[in-house]
């Protein structure tokens, strides 16, 4: 069955984002020197651009949520809130777990494809990032120096020390997932920075 390419364009031209703006411009059909499959491809390259937009604007989002999530996890483990007593640290706990279930209740998930030495090596990341926030809870200084030894495994650009396992873990993540890994360890120690400046007072 053939498919007017112009029935496509009269269909979806119509259709607009979330800016308001059309999705497939309207001037497919007023250009008699392109053939039928330029027009195709133009309707599918126009629409892939899209695609590729919301997928930054949705790992946007995601980078959001995980700053977010970082940030209520330092304030559980800040001394302060030890310090308070009875009803007064018992309605700030409640109120913590309040606001984690609130952003948990966002979902954002952008599909990285991985092969399977990919998905390993991205495990053992997370995993010795996990160990770091595990090291926090016992030992400030030790986890703060730990993380900025991570950082300098992620930058072919430092001088300092570095893992040599967490770095050959992370060159074997995609090229997304060490961007994603990169942001996270330097949100993660904005907020050791934090927490030790909190502490002080």
Do not use: W
């Not at 979330?18 to 309707?43: F, H, L, W």
């Not at 966002?106 to 599909?111: G, H, S, T």
């Not at 990169?182 to 400046?197: A, N, Q, S, W």
Request: proline content about 2%.
């Amino acid at each position: 069955m053939f498919i007017d390419p112009m029935e496509v364009a009269d269909m979806y031209s119509p259709s607009t984002s979330a800016s308001g703006k059309g999705i497939i411009p309207q001037t497919y059909g007023n250009d008699s020197d392109m053939s039928t499959k330029q027009r195709v491809m133009e309707i599918l390259d126009n629409l892939e651009s899209h695609v590729e937009k919301l997928r930054r604007d949705a790992t946007k989002l995601e980078e959001e949520k995980d700053v977010i999530m970082g940030s209520l996890d330092a304030v559980k483990l800040l001394p302060v809130l030890n310090d308070l007593q009875g009803l007064d640290r018992d309605e700030a706990q409640q109120y913590l777990e309040r606001i984690i279930e609130r952003c948990h209740t966002v979902a954002v998930n952008v599909y990285t494809q991985r092969d399977q030495s990919q998905e390993d090596a991205l495990h053992q990341v997370n995993q010795q990032i996990d160990h770091l926030i595990v090291l926090l809870k016992a030992d400030h200084e030790a986890a703060r120096a730990r993380c900025l030894i991570y950082m300098n495994s992620s930058s072919s650009q430092s001088s300092g020390v570095t893992d040599k396992h967490f770095e050959s873990a992370l060159l074997g993540c995609t090229i997304d997932d060490q961007k994603r890994v990169k942001k996270r360890l330097l949100g993660l120690l904005k907020y050791l920075d934090k927490m030790g400046i909190v502490s002080e007072v």
